[in-house]
Nanobody, 114 residues
């Protein structure tokens, strides 16, 4: 069973950058589609970005600012976040899915504030 652990969150000023990492343990992620979601206080969890074997997809709100990538040799998925805005403040969750399997990490807090 794959377990996912996110890291890289923190406090950053508007316009700044952060890189989130999601490390998988217990099994290879090469057969998993991987993605990032986020949840702001009082709001529903929302889709941010996803990556298959090579294709990537993004929510309109982050397109052009965020980049998702993966390194299967390191069992790691990344989310490079540039030009951060206060509205990007949320807990960011990593998700992996393959067939009926659906796995979530515990989340990492990102706060964008001056």
């Amino acid at each position: 069973q794959v377990q996912l652990v996110e890291s890289g969150g923190g406090l950053v000023q508007p316009g700044g950058s952060l890189r989130l990492s999601c490390v998988a343990s217990g099994s290879s992620i090469s057969n998993y589609a991987m993605g990032w979601y986020r949840q702001a206080p009082g709001q529903q969890r929302e889709y941010v970005a996803s990556i298959g074997s090579s294709s990537t997809h993004y929510a309109n709100s982050v397109k052009g600012r965020f980049t998702i990538s993966r390194d299967n040799t390191k069992s790691t998925v990344y989310l490079q976040m540039n030009s951060l805005k206060p509205e990007d403040t949320a807990v960011y969750y990593c998700k992996g899915w393959s067939g009926p399997l659906d796995i979530w990490g515990q989340g990492t807090q990102v706060t964008v504030s001056s």
